[in-house]
């Protein structure tokens, strides 16, 4: 039995440990990057059961994806192998603590070759929530039709839809990333934008005035993340700020906003009030940006509820 279901690509990821143009970079720690796969690995380490869908490479890069996935619980029973096309890579190069530069080598992946037919149904039939992301519909045709076939499969078998949009740049041009992500806000019974893509979604600026928009008159919750400052919860039933969680040191913004996702989720799943769902998520987030890595600093159930409490009252 699958609690959550998700799909994606997850590329093979160069991180090089020293700051320096990749030009003079020579060795390559290889590790995996891919928004959805964080979450589904996320959330097993929070206690529930994920599975994670993609086409890798007949490759050893797929393969290494697969083993990496598949070695942190996360069912990967679903995916394909296809000769077609090469598992997507990325490079990452750090210029210095501020400056981040990505490398894709992933047009024409063999997760670009995603298509409709090879979601197992069954699957996202069963599992009470399918989380999309919106880096998916921007890899191809295909699988922009994937996506919206999944949210069709969701509907019918009253799974609940969750949307992150993942506004990323390098893919797409922000008109054509608008029309799509709210074609699939639509569908959505919960949408996770940042304020950036919240804004790009509805043409509106504050807060308060973007989630007013992306809830119009439908029954969603609009959860806004909001960096150090944590999040915005929108619905019919409460609008409120749930603050975040002061970290010490930020030693990697990046993935916080997967880990969110994987608290939303968890907290929904545990029949939560929302407010503290948002404020689990919050926890996980700011948990996520003190560690080095994408999947690194993803924390098991019983670390984010010790994390929550207060200082002083754990004593032991
Ligand atoms: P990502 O960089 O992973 O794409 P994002 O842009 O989707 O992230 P953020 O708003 O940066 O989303 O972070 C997601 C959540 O993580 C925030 O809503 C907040 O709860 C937590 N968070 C992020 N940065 C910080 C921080 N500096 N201090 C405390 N909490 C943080």
Redesign the pocket.
């Known amino acids: 039995k699958i609690d959550v279901f998700t799909f994606g690509e997850t590329m093979v990821l160069f991180q090089p440990e020293q700051m320096l143009p990749l030009e003079y970079i020579h060795q390559f720690p290889k590790k995996i990057g891919g928004a959805e796969s964080n979450v589904a690995i996320g959330l097993t380490r929070l206690g529930h059961s994920a599975s994670w869908y993609s086409k890798l490479g007949n490759d050893p890069f797929g393969r290494f994806i697969l083993n990496s996935i598949r070695g942190e619980g996360v069912d990967t029973s679903s995916c394909q192998f296809t000769d077609q096309a090469p598992t997507g890579l990325i490079f990452k190069e750090q210029l210095s603590s501020s400056d981040m530069n990505v490398y894709y080598y992933r047009k024409g992946s063999s997760a670009s070759l995603m298509e409709p037919e090879d979601l197992d149904e069954k699957i996202i039939a069963q599992a009470k929530i399918i989380h999309i992301s919106g880096i998916t519909p921007a890899l191809s045709e295909s699988c922009r039709r994937t996506v919206m076939r999944s949210i069709e499969i969701a509907k019918q078998n009253g799974t609940i839809v969750i949307f992150d949009p993942?506004m990323r740049m390098k893919l797409w041009s922000e008109e054509r990333a608008k029309k799509i992500f709210n074609e699939i806000a639509e569908h959505a019974d919960i949408i996770l934008p940042?304020l950036d893509e919240g804004q790009l979604m509805t043409g509106k600026k504050e807060v308060e005035a973007v989630a007013e928009a992306l809830l119009g008159k439908s029954n969603k919750t609009i959860i806004i993340?909001?960096?150090?400052q944590?999040?915005y919860l929108h619905s019919n039933a409460e609008k409120l700020y749930v603050d975040?969680?002061?970290?010490e040191k930020?030693v990697d913004?990046?993935?916080?906003?997967?880990?969110?996702a994987a608290g939303i989720i968890s907290g929904i799943l545990r029949q939560e009030p929302m407010k503290q769902v948002v404020r689990r998520?919050?926890a996980i987030?700011?948990m996520v940006?003190g560690v080095s890595g994408d999947i690194e600093g993803l924390p098991y159930f019983e670390a984010v509820e010790k994390f929550m409490k207060p200082a002083g009252i754990d004593r032991d």
């Open positions: 993942n940042g993340k909001l960096g150090s944590g999040a975040g969680f002061p970290v930020i913004p990046v993935g916080a906003g997967d880990g969110f998520a919050n987030g700011a940006v």
